[in-house]
């Protein structure tokens, strides 16, 4: 290969190696269907090794790369994390149906009617949002 450097190659191994973990991360978390079959896969356990991989080599390599492997090696570890807690998140929970609306574009309630219906569902107040954390749910 002339004219590309040994750096320049093992900077593309790096890249291409990445990748392919995110890629088998993503894979196994449902968010792409498996090459071969088409199907969806939904094993958590086996993504949570992919993950962990990619962070040991953030931490391996803490100060030894470019700062486009660096930028690289994290951009693929937020996007499988949050892939991670949205697949643990959604696997649990059955899917959701959207309520009906009325003509008049008020939510319908399923309240019978000799009951009063339920008070209206408010959002967390400024105070309280301001209370939640981010945990590490992996």
Do not use: C, W
């Not at 593309?12 to 190696?17: E, P, R, S, V, W």
């Not at 991989?53 to 492997?69: A, H, I, P, W, Y």
């Amino acid at each position: 290969m002339a004219g590309v450097s040994h750096a320049e190659i093992m900077s593309g191994l790096f890249a291409n190696m990445v990748l392919q973990q995110t890629s088998m991360t993503l894979m196994l978390l449902g968010k792409t269907p498996h090459p071969e079959s088409g199907k969806t896969l939904h094993d958590p356990e086996a993504a949570q090794m992919f993950i962990d991989q990619l962070e040991m080599l953030e931490v391996k390599t803490r100060g030894n790369l470019t700062s486009e492997e660096a930028g690289l090696l994290k951009q693929s570890l937020m996007t499988v994390r949050m892939a991670f807690v949205e697949a643990v998140d959604t696997a649990g929970k059955p899917p959701s149906q959207p309520e009906p609306a009325s003509p008049a574009g008020e939510p319908t309630t399923t309240a019978a009617p000799d009951q009063p219906a339920p008070p209206p569902l408010t959002g967390p107040t400024a105070e309280e949002e301001s209370r939640k954390r981010f945990t590490k749910k992996y």
